[in-house]
């Protein structure tokens, strides 16, 4: 079965940078496309970024592009959302996302049937 784990969240200053990582577990972690998504307080869970499943290929929403960076690192499972000049409005939780198959990218939620619990995190001004 496969089990998505998040770490990294935790409360930071604004202006301030943080790393979050993702575990993939229970299958061949290259088979799957990866993503972030967050949900901010009182708003829909988005897209953050998404990964190919070499790694070779990034898509971000535009907002976030000059920020936050996604890589992958296939020999320990893993992916990362580097995040830098963090503000209040990107507090919320943040999920790790699963697409078994995925050819490319996509920041489309319907892609992904693995989900991880999420990770708080929390930007103060």
């Known amino acids: 079965q496969v089990k998505l784990e998040e770490s990294g969240g935790g409360a930071v200053q604004s202006g301030d940078s943080m790393s979050l990582s993702c575990t993939l577990s229970?299958?061949?972690?290259?088979?799957?496309?990866m993503a972030w998504f967050r949900q901010r307080p009182g708003k829909d869970r988005e897209a953050v970024a998404s990964?190919?499943?070499?790694?070779?290929?990034?898509q971000y929403m535009p907002p976030l592009m000059d920020r936050f960076t996604i890589t992958r690192d296939n020999t320990r499972n893993m992916i990362n959302l580097e995040m830098n000049a963090l503000t209040p409005d990107d507090t919320g939780v943040y999920f790790c996302?699963?697409?078994?198959?995925?050819?490319?990218?996509?920041?489309?939620?319907?892609?992904?049937?693995?989900w991880g619990q999420g990770t708080q995190v929390t930007v103060s001004s």
């Open positions: 229970g299958d061949t972690f290259s088979r799957y496309g």
């Open positions: 996302a699963a697409a078994q198959g995925l050819p490319g990218t996509s920041t489309w939620r319907a892609s992904y049937q693995y």
């Open positions: 990964i190919n499943r070499s790694g070779g290929s990034t």
